[in-house]
Structures are given as structure tokens and as C-alpha cells.
């Protein structure tokens, strides 16, 4: 019976995971097709229809999963908040899975749009699904792409944990998603040059591989014609535990004793049940 009622758990979790990180997907390569392929909207409108896909998707599945929709705040999570292990790799695959599935919305909602802008379906909107080093422009490398992955995802983790620690000044639980949503604007606005600041492996993966299938032969490789694909992965998981490592030496240890909540969840107002379990987060995303 426990075993059942674990798994039935597990399996909420993962939908939660998948539906909140589809809806980020929707609105983030949604903006990003109409900004590039549709020439309706900018950089800013980018950010901030990210963010407010980070924010919708966390009111998504915060209650349910904890919203972390990125497999770099999983790890992050499993490596110093206590999140199971075992859980890691199903929340990653959710993750991944939702917003592979957005990104076959977009991609088949913008078909006309995106096949008039470039009709051989190139680097010129490959973007729209997935990073590029400099945005497939400017003069930024592999290990420069690399380097602002790692960085970039550092700061989400840290900030991430910050807003999330009870212990701490904390929003309230209802707020506690749009400042997540905000977090990722201000990255967007502040680092989203030398890679498009993807820190998020399941937001870049899934979508490449869904514009793969549907016809963009060079998914994998940047503009230079080099294997890319990893950079978005392995980045964001090493900053991710970076950031994460660096709020718990530096903040963290520093902060009031008091009851250590559930990892993995977001806080609940104190005259309901659960109340004091911990807020686990969102993404990137």
C-alpha cells in the first residue's frame, strides 16, 4: 500500500513537473518565434515573456512538485536541500518531456511564419528553439558560451535558494513565483548575450530536439558548424550546483536555526496543511 501511494505521488509530481514546464516552454519559445520570425516585439518583450512563462509555470506546479522545471535546479536540490536522488532523473525526464511537447506546439503554430522568414529552416530561427553562442551572431565561442552558462545558471541557483529559504526574507508563498519570474528577467536582460541564457538543460534539449524531428537538420551544431547541443546541458548543471554550493557557504549557514522543511515545495499559508514546507523553485528557463 505505502509503495502505491509513493508512486501515485511520484506520478503527480511528474505531471506537475511536465504541465509547468511546458507552459514556461509555450510562452518562452512562443515570444521568441514571434519576435524573430514575425519581427513583432524585442530583446525586452524576450525577457519578460520568459520571466512571465517562469512565473505561470511555477503557479503551475508549485504545490504539487515544488516547480523546479529545470534539471539544474533538481540537481541542485538532490545535492544540498535533501531532494531524493532517486527522484532526479524521472523530474528531469517530466521536465525535458513538456517542454519538448511546447515547442511542438510552436512549432507547428508558427509553420507559415517561421517557413517565410527562412524557408530552409536554418540558423537564422533556429533560435527561436533553442541557443546558440552569441546568439548566432555575434563573435562568442563554445567555451565563451560555455563560461556564461555556468555563471549565468550560478545566479539563478543562488537567488533561487535565497527567495526560497524560509529562513530568510522569504516572499510570501503567492509571491514567492513572480520574484522567481523576475529573477529570470533580470538574467535575461543582463545575461542573455554570449548564449541566450537557456540555464536551463530541459528548456534548450527539448526544444532542439523537437525542431530537429520537424526539419532544422543543423539542431545540434552552432553557427560555426560545431556539436553545441551539450553546451546548454552540462553548463547549466555545473552552475547550478555552483550556485547553489555558494548560498550555502555564504548565506545559508549564517542564517537563524529553525526547522528544516521538505525539500522540493513551496511554502503554504500557515492555517493549512503542510504548512512550513519548503519552496523548491522554478527556472529558466
Do not use: C
Amino acid at each position: 500500500m505505502a509503495e502505491s501511494v509513493r508512486a501515485r505521488g511520484l506520478l503527480g509530481e511528474l505531471a506537475a513537473e511536465f504541465a509547468g514546464t511546458m507552459i514556461l516552454i509555450l510562452f518562452g519559445t512562443g515570444v521568441v518565434a514571434q519576435v524573430v520570425a514575425g519581427g513583432i516585439g524585442d530583446h525586452d518583450s524576450i525577457a519578460w515573456a520568459w520571466g512571465l512563462g517562469v512565473t505561470l509555470g511555477v503557479y503551475v506546479a508549485a504545490r504539487i512538485s515544488g516547480a523546479h522545471l529545470n534539471p539544474a535546479v533538481t540537481v541542485a536540490l538532490a545535492a544540498f536541500k535533501g531532494f531524493p536522488w532517486r527522484k532526479v532523473f524521472p523530474y528531469s525526464l517530466a521536465q525535458t518531456a513538456g517542454a519538448f511537447v511546447a515547442a511542438l506546439v510552436v512549432r507547428w503554430n508558427y509553420t507559415e511564419v517561421l517557413h517565410a522568414a527562412d524557408p530552409g529552416l536554418t540558423i537564422k530561427t533556429q533560435g527561436v528553439f533553442s541557443t546558440l553562442p552569441g546568439n548566432g551572431t555575434l563573435p562568442v565561442g563554445t567555451w565563451g558560451a560555455f563560461r556564461d552558462q555556468v555563471i549565468g545558471t550560478a545566479i539563478l541557483l543562488l537567488l533561487v535558494l535565497t527567495v526560497s529559504d524560509l529562513r530568510n526574507s522569504a516572499p510570501a508563498a503567492n509571491l514567492a513565483p513572480f520574484v522567481v519570474g523576475l529573477i529570470v528577467v533580470a538574467i535575461g536582460m543582463a545575461w542573455g548575450t554570449d548564449a541566450g541564457y537557456a540555464i536551463n538543460p530541459a528548456r534548450d534539449f527539448g526544444p532542439r530536439l523537437a525542431s530537429f524531428l520537424t526539419g532544422y537538420e543543423t539542431a545540434w551544431q552552432d553557427q560555426y558548424g560545431r556539436l553545441y547541443f551539450w553546451v546548454p546541458i552540462v553548463g547549466p548543471l555545473i552552475g547550478g550546483l555552483l550556485g547553489a554550493g555558494l548560498y550555502q557557504i555564504m548565506v545559508a549557514r549564517f542564517l537563524p536555526p529553525g526547522e528544516e522543511p521538505e525539500a522540493g515545495r513551496v511554502p503554504v499559508p500557515a492555517d493549512e496543511p503542510g504548512a512550513g514546507r519548503v519552496p523548491a523553485d522554478s527556472e529558466a528557463a
